[in-house]
């Protein structure tokens, strides 16, 4: 819009904008060049008059101090008027001295204008003024500072203008002329340099589609036999690239022909114009795998054969190689036959010229199978991940359900799962032992063990089942279909015969699983109940070492706590007897000297005391160890100690003993007394029994011990269970004496219904 | 209308902008003189002097050109080193500069030593500095020259002679020679003629071309002039403290202060271009502080000659 003003006024024809624009640019330099000109010379002119009127101010100033000083009015009226006489540009002359007078060359009296300038000047000052009309620059002089003197000249400019205005009137002329010149040869000129430019635009005109071998020949050395030259070379370089993009072309298709004669898939799909994103030719290779035939394809957009993963790789791949036209892209794409296998290629991708056109160029292979044989590998790969961390964790030293929930997790992140659980099913009460994100609620109506996949598991038959939302709605291994949204799958802990509970877990792909996983499952399950196994062995075993260590620390404690008792009972009693006997000894000697009547009395006391000192010492030693055990054996000791134990609780006692019974060894009896004593004991303390009964039963490899009551009872596991318990440590001591001995101890009992504990040992001690 | 071409109204358009262009000048700001209209008679108001401006006298010893141009500089050059401001009042012949200061007409004068005498004695002016000579000392002898060839060897010598004495308000001119001469016992009435002379350099000459006999001189200007052997000295005076720059009475404290501070700061020297021909003055080497004690001597010797009293 800013230029339509500019392009109303010039004109169209390029040799009236030459002719208009020289013409504009030589009448602008002289009118330029003449008013240039004309403000130097007046310049110059002023400035010169201005210094030669300064120059003369001084000088007439300088000149003038001592007449003024004297008031010499006459001296400085002729220094006055001989300025004016001698130089013709002085228009005036004034000078004032000290007292104010006044001499100057003024003939009617001294301007009244001028007054205001008198008394400005400190040191030299020029002023321009206009004086009766004419330019005149008014100088001003004191020549001597702090001495009010002054001397006042004033040069007239009229002489400056007359010569500047004849300056200015020959500059006119002159440009006048110059101009009128100047048109006329920029006419000429304009004519002599566009001519040849005419005659070039018929030759070029001349030049076009199949005319490119028509020249110009231009070899001259002027500027448009160079661009005939010029033109001449770009008609043979068009020439050139014309027959190179023939071959070029051909080269293209004698390729093609080859890459479909060694097999490989070629397709061309048009980069721009209408036909973008559809296929300009294929070969029978591309054809074949995209289940079509080559005719078909031609003209179909190439997105209609692609898979919907493909699109965005080839998409991303084609904008690149639009910015980027010398690259090679090589991308995995898929072709989806109608009714057929998908395949999968490796495409090299490359934008080439075909036919004149623009294409983008797909070198294909076929690499199903290769693609098929990797996804196995990671599959296999995955499996043996999956496997071997579920593995790794077996050989930590976890309690069940923490082995559970590691292994879980393991198993969760090597199968890169979603969600799984766990749930134990081999006691009372099936119970949720691990979860990650999948919450399988045994006591829930509907859930484990209920529902399909539950009682799948507890058939030890797999299951697949969906969706993810309880109740489970699964089928079992034989019935199992793919079904919409999330699936979980389920399957068996199995060990060896027996089945522990059963794992389900929810695949990351919300897809359902297939054979390969579904067997892998399958053995990480197995794995997880071997795994859980070992981890109650291991618990059991730890367990059994705690109670050990218990036992032995009782053990200590109740050795030091008898030679305490021990050694208070010497100390209490037997100690006492035996100062008290000393006593005697002493008094019966003083008494043999002083009082001989009273020696018998005293004898017969401390004989009497010394009976009961050693009554004191066989009881202590008796209740270290019954000297029946070792004197008659174990079934008298047996026998009186049932009875001495069992009497004060009115508990009415059978003991049913062969007396023939061979003497065991020493270990073995002893053994057998004090696992008696320790169930006796219970009996007596904790069972509330009206009635017991002690069997023992020998036989030639083993001796049997049963110990019944018809008392309480209670329950072994909780029994077993609780700690810091003296009964649980009881029946602990039993098992462990047993197992010392290589024998084992059986307890039978319930809440309300009795005891019965079954100990049997062998007749000779292990070694 | 003309059927003009677009392309030609264009350059019409540009050339006509381009005279404009040229033509465009002003001179309406400019002062306009007109001859007609002039003043009764030809005197105008003294040239621009400054309400504040001190008033410059001074005494004449050269032609009155070279006086004014002298201590012009002077006073300018103090100008460019203070915010003081004068103006030089030239002096009439005849004018004692004494006379001016105790009278109010000046506020600084450039005077010798019996002018500040005078003025002290009249009206308590003050010696603000005096001047230091070529060699640095800040005093200064009168001489007494004869023609070669006199016959006068010794100041009793001069007795029954003519005698030319400078200016009568002169010190090395005047004052200083009666003392000389009246120490030896030559009073002015034992002399067969005397004559006060306009300057030193006319004295000189009144001795070179045979007029007197006998003159009193600068010491200076008689050694200059026995150098080239156009007079013999016949004697000098003691030294005497040198004149320098005297001030009214009514001038501020402040002021005296400043102009003394500023002729102090002063070098010669380093003014060279600046002060009109400062090798002749009385203080060529600058100034120092005056001190009015210093002058008791000549002070006792003008009372003795009845020069104290302003002319």
């Known amino acids: 819009m800013r230029y339509e003003v ?122 321009p003024l206009v004086f009766d009309g004419g330019r005149v620059q008014h100088v001003t002089v004191a020549p001597v500072r702090t001495l009010p003197l002054e001397v006042h000249v004033g040069v007239d400019e009229s002489r400056i203008l007359a010569a500047q205005r004849s300056a200015a009137l020959f500059l006119a002329v002159l440009t006048t002329v110059g101009c ?101 030719y294929v070969n029978e290779r591309f054809a074949a795998m995209a289940g ?60 080439i010229n075909y036919q004149g056109s623009r294409v983008l160029a797909w070198f294909a292979r076929d690499v199903t199978e290769r693609i098929e044989r990797e996804q196995e590998v990671r599959r296999q790969n995955r499996e043996l991940a999956a496997l071997h961390a579920v593995a790794s964790v077996i050989t930590e030293p976890l309690s069940p359900d923490a082995f559970l929930q590691r292994g879980l997790d393991a198993a969760v992140q090597a199968l890169d799962a979603r969600a799984a659980c766990v749930v134990l099913t081999d006691a009372a009460t099936p119970r949720l032992a691990a979860s ?105 075993l730890r367990e059994q070492e705690q109670l050990r260590f218990e036992l032995y620390r009782r053990a200590i ?72 055990l070792d004197d008659l054996g174990l079934v008298p000791a047996v026998r009186w100690f049932v009875a001495e134990r069992l009497s004060p609780s009115e508990v009415a006692v059978s003991v049913e003993v062969d007396d023939t019974s061979p003497r065991l060894p020493s270990e073995v009896e002893t053994a057998l007394f004090r696992m008696t004593q320790e169930a006796v004991t219970n009996i007596a303390r904790h069972a509330d029994a009206g009635h017991a009964e002690v069997r023992m039963e020998f036989e030639p490899r083993h001796t049997t011990l049963t110990i019944t009551d018809d008392g309480v009872g209670f329950e072994p596991d909780r029994i077993t269970r609780r700690n810091g318990d003296g009964s649980r440590l009881g029946l602990l001591g039993l098992r462990e004496r047993a197992s010392l001995l290589g024998g084992q101890v059986t307890i039978h009992s319930a809440r309300g219904h009795g005891t019965r504990i079954v100990i049997q040992v062998p007749s000779e001690p292990v070694s | 209308m003309f059927a003009v071409p677009t392309h030609t109204r264009l350059l019409c358009v540009l050339l006509l902008g381009s005279v404009l262009l040229a033509g465009c000048r002003d001179d309406g700001a400019m002062l306009t003189v007109r001859s007609e209209a002039t003043l009764d008679e030809d ?11 001190l008033r410059v006298g001074f005494d004449r010893r050269l032609d009155l050109a070279t006086d004014v141009r002298q201590v012009a500089s002077l006073f300018a050059a103090v100008e460019e080193d203070s915010s003081l401001r004068f103006v030089t009042v030239p002096a009439a012949a005849g004018d004692a500069t004494a006379a001016r200061v105790c009278a109010g007409e000046v506020d ?39 023609r070669p060839g006199s016959g006068i060897e010794t100041l009793e010598d001069v007795a029954g002679g003519r005698f030319a004495f400078g200016n009568p308000t002169s010190t090395q001119g005047h004052l200083i020679p009666r003392e ?31 007029v007197v006999d006998a003159a009193a001189v600068q010491d200076r200007l008689a050694a200059d002039l026995a150098a080239r052997g156009l007079v013999d000295i016949v004697a000098y005076s003691r030294p005497h403290p040198t004149s320098g720059v005297i001030i009214g009475p009514a001038v501020p404290a402040s002021t005296r202060a400043q102009l003394r501070a500023a002729l102090l700061r002063l070098e010669p020297s380093e003014l060279s271009g600046a002060l009109h021909e400062w090798q002749r003055s009385e203080a060529p080497g600058g100034f120092v502080v005056a001190d009015d004690a210093d002058y008791d001597q000549l002070r006792a010797s003008a009372a003795a000659v009845g020069l104290l009293e302003l002319p």
């Open chain 1, 557 to 628: 404690r109740a050795q030091e706590e008898e030679r305490q008792r021990i050694a208070r009972e010497l100390h209490d009693s037997t100690g006492q007897s035996l100062n008290a006997l000393v006593l005697g000894l002493n008094t019966a000697a003083i008494a043999l000297e002083s009082a001989p009547d009273e020696v018998d009395g005293i004898v017969e006391r401390l004989r009497t005391a010394a009976s009961e000192t050693v009554h004191e010492l066989q009881s202590i030693i008796y209740d270290l160890r019954p000297s029946l």
């Open chain 1, 292 to 351: 079509r035939v080559a005719t078909d394809l031609v003209g179909r957009n190439a997105g209609t054969v692609l898979s919907a993963s493909s699109l965005d790789a080839v998409r991303g791949s084609w904008r690149r190689l639009r910015s980027d036209p010398a690259h090679v892209e090589t991308t995995e794409i898929t072709l989806v036959p109608p009714g057929g296998t998908p395949r999968s290629l490796e495409t090299a991708s490359a934008v």
């Open chain 2, 108 to 146: 600084v004068g450039v005077a010798g030593t019996l002018a500040y005498l005078q003025a002290r004695e009249g009206c308590g002016a003050t010696m603000l500095v005096r001047g230091v000579e070529t060699d640095g000392t800040s005093t200064y002898r009168a001489a007494i020259i004869t």
């Open chain 1, 6 to 127: 500019f392009r109303t006024l010039v004109p169209r024809r390029l040799t009236s904008r030459l002719t208009l624009g020289l013409v504009a640019i030589v009448v602008l330099a002289a009118i330029v060049t003449s008013v240039a000109v004309y403000e130097l010379i007046g310049r110059s002119l002023r400035a010169e008059l201005a210094r030669s009127g300064e120059a003369l101010a001084s000088a007439t100033a300088a000149n003038l101090v001592g007449p003024l000083l004297e008031q010499d009015e006459l001296g400085v009226r002729a220094a006055l008027d001989e300025l004016l006489r001698a130089q013709e540009d002085i228009a005036y002359a004034f000078a004032v001295g000290p007292d104010g007078q006044v001499v100057h060359t003024f003939g009617a009296g001294f301007p009244a204008d001028l007054l205001s300038l008198v008394g400005t000047a400190d040191g030299l000052h020029r002023t």
């Open chain 1, 180 to 280: 009128a010149a100047a048109g006329l040869v920029t006419v000429l000129f304009t004519r002599f340099t566009v001519d040849p430019l005419r005659r070039l635009t018929e030759h070029v005109r001349s030049l076009g589609p199949g005319r490119l071998d028509h020249r110009l020949l231009g070899t001259g050395t002027e500027e448009t036999d160079e661009l005939a030259g010029a033109l001449d070379t770009m008609a043979e370089e068009l020439e050139a690239a014309s027959r190179h993009r023939e071959l070029t072309e051909q080269g293209y298709r004698e390729l093609l022909r080859a890459g479909s004669a060694v097999g490989e898939a070629v397709a061309l799909i048009a980069d721009d114009g209408p036909e973008e994103g559809r296929f300009v």
């Open chain 2, 180 to 210: 000389m001469l009246r120490e030896v016992g030559v009073e002015p009435e034992r002399l067969a003629a005397t004559v006060h002379a306009s300057s030193h350099s006319d004295a000189a000459e009144m001795v070179r071309s045979g």
């Open chain 1, 436 to 540: 990650q994100g999948l919450y399988c609620d045994p006591t829930r109506e509907g859930g484990f063990p209920s529902c399909a996949c539950g009682r799948a598991a507890l058939d030890g038959e797999s299951t697949a089942s969906e969706p993810l939302a309880l109740p489970c709605r699964g089928r079992t291994e034989s019935g199992r279909t793919e079904g919409p949204g999330s699936a979980h799958t389920t399957v068996p802990l199995r060990a060896g015969d027996s089945i522990l509970g059963a794992l389900s877990v929810a695949p990351g792909s919300r897809q359902p699983v297939d054979d390969d996983e579904f067997r892998l499952l399958a053995a990480i399950g197995q794995q997880l109940a071997i795994g859980l196994q070992r981890a109650r062995l291991w618990e059991q």
């Open chain 2, 43 to 53: 005197v105008v108001a003294v040239p621009a002097v400054a309400e504040e401006a």
